[in-house]
């Protein structure tokens, strides 16, 4: 059958104008042109030992979107999250990164730890799409070993070296101590930071350290090293570490009738904490953290309100920090009016006093974000604000 040359013209053209919708910008892997939505990446640890953090951030950053999709979307367009576990490893970690950018995302939303942030940070470089870490604290998530900014690895919280000081700092002028031990995990790099700069701090403000020493990951049985410490004495214990190893640690030190304050820092937030440790035991302890529930901000506030209404339990720092990585990410494709991720990395970038639930913020040039921290005390079991501590 003889085809018309002008037939011929239209299938060609219909052919070229396929390939450019294609082939069109570069957002999403190269989907942009034909999506209707905006995939986001969740890379969290939904199971292995620090699921209760992945599993509260996944949530925090699924309220998020569920509400900017009820305001209409961004763009003209809907938000979708896909969302993987990395099971709390960081090898799990990177091949769910390496999985989610063939799916077309804009940006990964995590891990949650900065050693997982850290196995998959090779696959977000390489493919040139941005990463926000909600929690991952470590100095060394955002930068490589010369000191150089990592172009596309942002975070939400506050960096180590502000955790550790800000201990020491109300330990010494708040709590009155003037001899502390430090008891840290030796098995990972975020516990041997804060660990550092709070003895560091400590010291420059005329503070001793009687006693450092260490656990590794999985150890469940303080008791000979609490004893140590118990002879010498000092009225702050400082155990920066997660919760699996921290809860049980102050059971046993209040069993051996240490009752001096021990404080720690963000990996203690954990519901786990009250069921292992005790109300009672957990009186006379503090951490720092990104943000409170009592917070009378009324942002904060709505936040709280709204993630009780849908999860029926309060939102957890890991919830909030996630929920402002997604907010974040936002306020960035907003200003860039795309979704192409190297427009979304620029303006990340650029980001400067963006209210968040977990407070005001500005990245800096190491894309860390500047803002305060709050110290958590806990009562009877219950977590209370003690303090707000603004960057200096």
């Known amino acids: 059958m003889r085809v018309s040359r002008k037939v011929v013209w239209l299938v060609l053209l219909l052919f070229a ?91 990964q939303i995590g891990p949650l730890t900065s050693g997982n942030v850290q196995g998959c940070t090779p696959v977000m470089m390489d493919n040139k799409i941005p990463l926000i870490a909600p929690a991952a604290t ?60 709070f003895k560091k701090t400590f010291i420059e403000k005329g503070g001793q350290i009687v006693a450092e020493e260490g656990f590794i990951k999985g150890d469940r049985d303080f008791r000979a090293t609490l004893t140590k410490i118990r002879s010498l004495n000092p009225d702050f214990i400082y155990v920066p570490g997660y919760y699996e190893e921290v809860a049980p640690l102050i059971k046993q030190a209040r069993e051996l009738g240490i009752n001096v304050a021990i404080g720690g820092g963000d990996g203690w937030d954990s519901p786990d904490m009250v069921e292992v440790a005790g109300k009672a035991n957990l009186n006379n302890t503090y951490f720092t953290n990104h943000y409170s ?34 907010q974040l990410l936002v306020q960035a494709i907003k200003d860039a009016n795309s979704t192409n991720p190297e427009d979304i990395k620029n303006a990340l970038a650029n980001i400067k006093d963006f209210e968040g639930v977990t407070g005001k913020m500005t990245i800096d040039e190491q894309h860390n974000p500047v803002k305060a921290g709050v110290i958590i005390e806990f009562k009877d079991g219950k977590q209370v604000m003690n303090t707000r501590i603004e960057p200096k």
Do not use: H, W
């Not at 030992?49 to 992945?54: K, L, P, Q, T």
């Not at 305001?71 to 576990?85: M, N, T, V």
């Not at 901000?297 to 939102?315: H, L, S």
């Open 17 to 107: 104008f396929g390939m450019v919708a294609g082939c069109g910008g570069k957002a999403g892997g190269g989907k942009e042109a034909a999506a209707e939505e905006i995939l986001i990446g969740i890379n969290a640890e939904l199971s292995g030992a620090v699921a209760s953090y992945g599993s509260n951030a996944r949530d925090g950053a699924l309220l998020a979107i569920e509400q900017i999709n009820e305001q209409g979307g961004i763009l003209g367009k809907k938000l979708k999250a896909i969302e993987r576990d990395n099971k709390s490893s960081a090898d799990e970690a990177m091949s769910v990164s390496a999985d989610l950018v063939t799916k077309g995302i804009v940006a």
């Open 138 to 197: 470590a100095v060394s998530v955002t930068v490589n070993e010369k000191g150089e900014t990592l172009d596309y690895i942002f975070r939400v919280c506050f960096i180590d070296p502000f955790q550790g000081t800000l201990m020491a700092q109300f330990a010494y002028d708040n709590l009155g101590a003037r001899k502390a031990a430090i008891l840290k995990d030796a098995s990972n790099d975020y516990s041997k930071g804060l660990a550092d700069y």
């Open 293 to 326: 529930v009592e917070d009378p901000n009324p942002k904060v506030q709505e936040f709280v309100k709204a993630y009780r209404a849908k999860y029926n339990k309060d939102p957890d720092a890991f919830a909030a920090l996630a929920y402002d990585a997604v």
